[in-house]
C-alpha cells in the first residue's frame, strides 16, 4: 500500500535497505498508542469496529508514512531514528486521522502486495 500511495519513499527506503512492513508491524502491535493523541487512536479503533475491516490500521500506517515524509529522506540510520522517535515528530492534533480518512486502500492493493510477499519469499 506504500508503493501505491508514497512510491518515491517507497523507493527510497528500499535502495536505503529499510523494511517499512517492521515499523508498520510496530505501530500494529501497538494499536498505533504513542503515534498520536489518545483521542485520535479511540476513533481509528471506532472506525476499525464500524468498518469491520483491517484497511483501517493500513490506511492509518500508510498515513503516518507520508505525514512523516520529510522526516524520512536521510539514510538508514536517519530514517530508524526518526520512525523510533515519536515524540520528535511534531504532528498536528488530528493529523492522523484525517490522513488515514483520506487514504484509499482498495482490495486489490492489499491483495497485490500479499502476492508480491509471497513472489519475493520464494526467491
Avoid: N
Avoid at 528500499?14 to 510496530?26: D, Q, T
Avoid at 469496529?49 to 520529510?70: P, Q, W, Y
Amino acid at each position: 500500500a506504500l508503493a501505491a500511495h508514497q512510491p518515491q519513499l517507497f523507493r527510497h527506503f528500499m535502495g536505503e535497505g529499510v523494511a517499512p512492513e517492521l515499523f508498520y508491524c510496530r505501530w500494529l502491535q501497538r494499536l498505533f498508542r504513542g503515534c498520536a493523541q489518545d483521542s485520535e487512536i479511540v476513533r481509528l479503533m471506532d472506525l476499525f469496529i464500524f468498518e469491520r475491516s483491517h484497511k483501517v490500521f493500513v490506511r492509518a500506517g500508510v498515513a503516518l508514512f507520508g505525514l512523516l515524509e520529510t522526516k524520512l529522506r536521510g539514510d538508514v540510520d536517519q530514517i530508524v531514528e526518526a520512525l523510533f522517535h515519536a515524540e520528535r515528530w511534531d504532528l498536528e492534533p488530528g493529523a492522523l486521522l484525517q490522513a488515514a480518512l483520506s487514504t484509499k486502500v482498495t482490495r486489490k492493493m492489499l491483495e497485490d502486495m500479499t502476492s508480491r510477499e509471497a513472489a519475493r519469499g520464494s526467491e
